[in-house]
């Protein structure tokens, strides 16, 4: 572990992790989560990639994982033992602030962490608290375009199945007129994708044409 590394985690262990351990998150390095029998909420901080040992960067991204969506949407739940952030259903990459924060050897540890901790009770723990519910997680989805699918198999686990084609037959128009979906680059990957959300929709018995 280098000495930014060192000081990143230095940053996370005063700004993050007491306010984590406190709302009942387990810690394992630089990753937390905590679970009940229907919802997982996983907070991971990620280093920028281009780190150096005299500079770096990180940012905290948020998830939370409904395993009965995951049934519904991959017919089996792709979250590691360890949770990761990138398997959530729900990532608030795309409703929260995305910050990152800068180290050096001469940054002020401690007010890196203040900065960091308030950021987690002014937007991030909001977020997480708002959006452990269902139904408002599925609320949340349905406002992030690439959410949309998602979005419909968790309106089939709520029971609301005219919801589900409702937000499929949005996902597909979606991809249907977007221009960068439909990018020559892009085309074959989104007539894949159109292919299986159908496939997808026809099984789980939503009239969607």
């Known amino acids: ?5 060192k000081r990143i985690a230095s940053v996370v262990e005063l700004g993050l992790s007491p306010p984590l351990q406190v709302e009942g998150f387990h810690k394992r390095g630089l990753h937390f989560h905590r679970s009940d029998d229907s919802v997982l909420q996983v907070v991971t901080v990620q280093s920028s990639q281009w780190n150096v040992a005299g500079s770096g960067r990180f940012r905290i991204n948020l998830g939370i994982h409904f395993p009965a969506v995951a049934l519904v949407l991959h017919g089996v739940d792709p979250m590691p033992k360890i949770p990761k952030e990138q398997y959530c259903i729900l990532r608030g990459a795309f409703s929260v602030p995305d910050l990152w924060w800068t180290v050096d050897p001469n940054t002020d540890v401690r007010a890196v962490a203040d900065k960091l901790s308030a950021y987690w009770r002014d937007n991030a723990s909001p977020w997480m608290e708002k959006n452990k519910s269902l139904a408002e997680a599925a609320r949340t989805l349905e406002r992030q375009l690439p959410g949309l699918w998602a979005a419909a198999a968790a309106r089939l686990v ?4 005219d919801e589900a084609v409702r937000l499929v037959k949005a996902c597909i128009v979606n991809l249907e007129s977007s221009r960068e979906a439909n990018h020559p680059a892009n085309a074959g990957l989104t007539t894949k994708r159109l292919r299986e959300i159908r496939e997808w929709a026809s099984m789980h018995q939503l009239v969607i044409s």
Do not use: D, H, V
Not at 1 to 5: D, E, G, R, W
């Open 1 to 5: 572990m280098n000495a930014i590394t």
């Open 158 to 161: 709520l029971g609301e199945r």
